[in-house]
């Protein structure tokens, strides 16, 4: 084979994976979109490929099932929240206090949670228990960067010692991955929404008492 011909297949090649990248991210970002605006039920083979407008027979040389996409889906998100946090975060200055990298973070999880054009992000609640426990692996990658996070702020003295990671991180991710439905970002700033979280994780909701 000369050169030219090798080229040109090789060209092909490409593009013919690059389409196939293509499509098989508009099949997740199509599938998202169903379970979060129509919920885990609507999300059907049929449904998808009418969304992006492919046989339903195709969808199969891309996944072997509905739940193959929503896993991908799932852990995807995970991994995409977790590099926009990680990043964020590690971007800040060395000596930025523990209460900043904090806000940081939070702010960065409800913006990634509440933007709708970011639907991988907001599939997580929507699915089945089944479903959930296989993307235990990528929700542990979080998880233990947030654990890291908060001990930083156990070794700086700016929380406290005793708190039970193992117990608390669970806690707050919960919270932040529901911001969807109970911040009202249309009508309220995040920043207001994170200082409302960064000041009752941190200052508790008990009213303060003179002396």
């Not at 080229?7 to 998202?32: D, F, P, Y």
């Not at 890291?148 to 193992?166: F, M, N, T, Y």
Request: hydrophobic share 40%.
């Amino acid at each position: 084979m000369n050169r030219t011909a090798s080229a040109k297949n090789s060209k092909k090649a490409n593009s013919s994976s690059g389409q196939e990248n293509a499509t098989r991210e508009g099949i997740l970002e199509a599938a998202a979109q169903l379970i979060v605006s129509e919920g885990f039920d609507a999300c059907k083979m049929r449904s998808i490929s009418q969304k992006v407008n492919i046989k339903a027979g195709s969808l199969y040389y891309h996944f072997a099932s509905k739940d193959e996409i929503v896993v991908e889906i799932m852990n995807k998100g995970a991994e995409t929240l977790l590099d926009q946090v990680r990043t964020a975060v590690e971007e800040l200055p060395e000596a930025t206090p523990f209460v900043e990298r904090l806000r940081c973070a939070i702010h960065v999880h409800i913006s990634c949670k509440v933007d709708r054009n970011l639907p991988l992000m907001q599939v997580y609640e929507h699915l089945t228990p089944v479903i959930k426990r296989q993307g235990r692996v990528e929700r542990k990658k979080y998880a233990d960067f947030w654990k890291d996070l908060l001990a930083e702020g156990k070794e700086r003295g700016e929380i406290r010692s005793d708190l039970d990671l193992d117990m608390f991180v669970p806690y707050i991710l919960t919270v932040l991955n529901r911001a969807p439905e109970w911040a009202n970002v249309e009508h309220v700033k995040i920043d207001d929404v994170v200082q409302m979280v960064i000041d009752t994780t941190l200052n508790g909701i008990a009213a303060k008492t003179a002396g």
